[in-house]
T-cell receptor
Framework: DAGVIQSPRHEVTEMGQEVTLRCKPISGHNSLFWYRQTMMRGLELLIYFNNNVPIDDSGMPEDRFSAKMPNASFSTLKIQPSEPRDSAVYFC???????????FGQGTRLTVV | GQQVMQIPQYQHVQEGEDFTTYCNSSTTLSNIQWYKQRPGGHPVFLIQLVKSGEVKKQKRLTFQFGEAKKNSSLHITATQTTDVGTYFCAGERQAGTALIFGKGTTLSVSS
């Protein structure tokens, strides 16, 4: 298995533009998580899906952020419009079931200028 | 809400010295997990502790879960340069909800 696959690996965009981050979880995993990592705030949970259904989205910063999981093998995190303070590394992780032994993707490093 | 605190934030040791990082939760945890992130990498799962007072070992790494299930520690014996990275503990916000990570302890090792 290739593990959790995220794309793109790096994204540089201008403030105000829409950004879409993509994630393919490990096949057979029922839970998917989006995290954001910065030096100041560490690893922050954004949203948690179980069986494609959002279970906990309390970490989504504001309405500019949205996440979808249309099927078991794909999820997106969209930021519209993007702002410089959104610059961070965004990780997607998946697990067999629930919040245990999460496998992280390589991350997407987002820079908003 | 639930917080998971880790100390120290940074630790530098000479190769061969021991290292310990501590994790404390404001609430009782159903379980605690430990992850390691190498510089420029992504978090990698190390272990999960579930039972009160549980101790698990992985080679030079020893993990403990407190009796009250509110704290945990990771101890590395005789550190090596390959141990460099940031060690995170993580607990569930509530049972069955997502993992909340501590800020991590960054370990540097000089030879």
């Amino acid at each position: 298995d290739a593990g959790v696959i995220q794309s793109p690996r790096h994204e540089v965009t201008e403030m105000g533009q829409e950004v879409t981050l993509r994630c393919k979880p490990i096949s057979g995993h029922n839970s998917l998580f989006w995290y954001r990592q910065t030096m100041m705030r560490g690893l922050e949970l954004l949203i948690y899906f179980n069986n494609n259904v959002p279970i906990d989205d309390s970490g989504m910063p504001e309405d500019r952020f949205s996440a979808k999981m249309p099927n078991a093998s794909f999820s997106t995190l969209k930021i519209q419009p993007s702002e410089p303070r959104d610059s961070a590394v965004y990780f997607c992780a998946s697990s067999l079931q629930g919040p245990t032994e999460a496998f992280f993707g390589q991350g997407t490093r987002l820079t908003v200028v | 809400g639930q917080q998971v605190m880790q100390i120290p934030q940074y630790q530098h040791v000479q190769e061969g010295e021991d290292f310990t990082t501590y994790c404390n939760s404001s609430t009782t945890l159903s379980n605690i997990q430990w992850y390691k992130q190498r510089p420029g990498g992504h978090p990698v799962f190390l272990i999960q502790l579930v039972k009160s007072g549980e101790v698990k070992k992985q080679k030079r790494l020893t993990f403990q879960f407190g009796e009250a299930k509110k704290n945990s520690s990771l101890h590395i014996t005789a550190t090596q340069t390959t141990d460099v990275g940031t060690y995170f503990c993580a607990g569930e916000r509530q049972a069955g909800t997502a993992l909340i990570f501590g800020k991590g302890t960054t370990l540097s090792v000089s030879s």
